[in-house]
Structures are given as C-alpha cells and as structure tokens.
Nanobody
Framework: QVQIVESGGGLVQPGGSLRLSCKTS????????IGWFRQAPGKEREGVSC????????YYADSVKGRFTISRDDDESMVYLQMNNLKPEDTAVYYC??????????????????WGKGTLVTVSS
C-alpha cells in the first residue's frame, strides 16, 4: 500500500524558515522522481520543486529559486523541502508527490502517480 505523508507545516513570520518532510512507503522510492506542489486558496496547484531519482536533477519554480532547497534520502525513502526567507505569497497547502515517468515536465501534476494529503504553510505576521 502506497503511503505519502507530509509534515512540518505551520505558521511562520515573513522572513522565517520551515522544513517540510515527506515520508513515503509502498513503492520503489529509488526509481521515482519526487516533487513538491502547492495550492493557495482560490488558485491552481503549482509545482514548487522536484528531485529526480538518484537526485541527478533538481528543479525549482522561479518564484522559489534561491530560497527553497529540495533533498532526498533514499535510505529512508524521505524527501525534504527547506524553505527560507518565506513570504506571505508562499502561503499554501504543500503536497508531496511521486512520479515514475516524469520526463522533462517536472511541474505537470498529471505526470505524478502518487500524492500525499498535504501540509499547510501559513506565512503571516
């Protein structure tokens, strides 16, 4: 049974940091690309970052480049998203997802096979 569980969300002030974690099980983690998406109220889900299998490639949305860092621990089947210098516009539910055949379109949600239920990040003073 596939399980993807996000954690680490919460309330943080602008300029602060959070580290999201994504714990996975039930599929061959090493063979999957893992991505982070987010969805703000009233907006469409958007790709935030992705790490390919074996971390050969990492991708970031322009809006988070230089502030967010994705990493994966294949031994633990975990993925992390370190988020620094958070801004109010980063407020959203953050989802972790796994893709078997990602191709070059890392931010296409339809390419992902498995999804977590999300964790809420709120950036506010």
């Amino acid at each position: 049974q596939v399980q993807i569980v996000e954690s680490g969300g919460g309330l943080v002030q602008p300029g602060g940091s959070l580290r999201l974690s994504c714990k996975t099980s039930g599929f061959p983690f090493d063979d999957y690309a893992i991505g982070w998406f987010r969805q703000a109220p009233g907006k469409e889900r958007e790709g935030v970052s992705c790490a390919s299998s074996s971390e050969l490639s990492k991708y970031y949305a322009d809006s988070v480049k230089g502030r967010f860092t994705i990493s994966r621990d294949d031994d633990e089947s975990m993925v992390y998203l370190q988020m620094n210098n958070l801004k109010p516009e980063d407020t959203a539910v953050y989802y972790c997802a796994a893709s078997w055949a990602l191709g070059s379109t890392w931010d296409n949600a339809a390419k992902y096979n498995y999804w977590g239920k999300g964790t809420l990040v709120t950036v506010s003073s």
